[in-house]
């Protein structure tokens, strides 16, 4: 049986998301932080890690983009997991003044928690918001998770869908010490550096252009070891070893002062 390391307490949106991609029976393990879910596929005590990379309303996960840079492991599948939040407490709403859960769900539900004058304080997961309500006991309290994990810690729903927006889905990469072999519809993932000088990253566009490979997402982080340089997230179609991606990865390396090809798999649609 598969092994699927996430990230969180039983019943995280992590956890579901793994249940669906992989479509058999699994054994997921919860871990306290994405690095130590990534460790464990990393020492072959997993055989996956799923990890959330962004969401259609508060963007990337800083953490996770930041970990892409390190880790050893390779992407090999991606999922866009629909997200319906729910607001759990033991007591009716008028009775609640305070909310818990991760700040990404507390920024996807922010018009509920203004609208219902809450005080939102951020934790670490959103099922594990729910262990914190068991465990604070406090009648004022709520949290905001799904509604699987309130069914794991037998809690109470008091409102399904609280989400700002309907069009609420995460998206979350597969990792793997192996790497996927070419489909006929995939989509690959890199990071890379640049100089700091004028028309470094139009150099390294225009070999994309110039092979007709489509851009589907580019995204830049700092680099954190130098004031104002960056490093850029590239997604595009296309598998790593076809002929056009591999001439145009070693046309831009030249460019470059750091590439690091994350993987390339099957393109994941909306469902």
Same mark, same amino acid.
């Given at each position: 049986?598969?092994?699927?390391?996430?990230?969180?307490?039983?019943?995280?949106?992590? &956890?579901?998301?793994?249940?669906?991609?992989? !479509?058999?029976? +699994?054994?997921?393990? @919860?871990?306290?932080?994405?690095?130590?879910?990534?460790?464990?596929?990393?020492?072959?005590?997993?055989?996956?890690?799923?990890?959330?990379?962004?969401?259609?309303?508060?963007?990337?996960?800083?953490?996770?983009?930041?970990?892409?840079?390190?880790?050893? =492991?390779?992407?090999?599948?991606? +999922?866009?997991?629909?997200?319906?939040?729910?607001?759990?407490?033991?007591?009716?709403?008028? *009775?609640?003044?305070?909310?818990?859960?991760?700040?990404?769900?507390?920024?996807?539900?922010? &018009?509920?928690?203004? %609208?219902?004058?809450?005080?939102?304080?951020?934790?670490?997961?959103?099922?594990?918001?729910?262990?914190? =309500? =068991?465990?604070?006991?406090? *009648?004022?309290?709520?949290?905001?998770?799904?509604?699987?994990?309130?069914?794991?810690?037998?809690?109470?729903?008091?409102?399904?869908?609280?989400?700002? #927006?309907? #069009? #609420?889905?995460?998206?979350? =990469?597969?990792?793997?010490?192996?790497?996927?072999? /070419?489909?006929?519809?995939?989509?690959?993932?890199?990071?890379?550096?640049?100089?700091?000088? @004028?028309?470094?990253?139009?150099?390294?566009?225009?070999?994309?252009?110039?092979?007709?490979?489509?851009?589907? %997402?580019?995204?830049?982080? @700092?680099?954190?070891?130098? @004031?104002?340089?960056?490093?850029?997230?590239?997604?595009?179609?296309?598998?790593?070893?076809?002929?056009?991606?591999? &001439?145009?990865?070693?046309?831009? !390396?030249?460019?470059?002062?750091?590439?690091?090809?994350?993987?390339?798999?099957?393109? /994941?649609?909306?469902?």
């Amino acid at each position: 049986m598969l092994k699927i390391a996430f990230q969180g307490e039983r019943g995280a949106y992590s &956890e579901a998301a793994a249940i669906s991609f992989f !479509k058999e029976t +699994i054994e997921t393990i @919860p871990h306290p932080t994405f690095h130590d879910a990534l460790e464990s596929t990393e020492k072959k005590i997993t055989d996956y890690t799923i990890l959330p990379v962004e969401n259609s309303l508060e963007g990337s996960v800083g953490e996770s983009y930041d970990l892409l840079l390190t880790t050893n =492991l390779n992407a090999v599948g991606e +999922i866009y997991y629909r997200i319906k939040h729910c607001l759990i407490a033991f007591q009716n709403i008028e *009775k609640i003044d305070t909310v818990y859960s991760h700040p990404q769900a507390l920024g996807q539900c922010r &018009e509920f928690i203004q %609208k219902n004058h809450l005080k939102p304080i951020p934790t670490y997961d959103t099922a594990g918001s729910v262990k914190i =309500l =068991l465990e604070l006991k406090s *009648k004022n309290i709520s949290c905001i998770a799904s509604k699987r994990a309130a069914e794991i810690y037998n809690v109470p729903v008091i409102k399904e869908g609280i989400e700002d #927006n309907q #069009n #609420n889905y995460t998206r979350f =990469l597969v990792l793997s010490r192996d790497k996927h072999g /070419a489909t006929s519809k995939d989509k690959t993932s890199i990071i890379f550096s640049i100089k700091h000088t @004028p028309g470094a990253l139009y150099n390294i566009l225009e070999k994309f252009n110039a092979n007709k490979i489509n851009l589907t %997402k580019i995204e830049s982080r @700092p680099t954190k070891t130098t @004031p104002w340089e960056y490093n850029f997230y590239v997604d595009f179609d296309g598998h790593q070893e076809s002929k056009n991606v591999k &001439e145009t990865l070693d046309n831009i !390396k030249p460019n470059t002062l750091f590439l690091k090809v994350l993987g390339s798999y099957p393109r /994941a649609e909306l469902s």
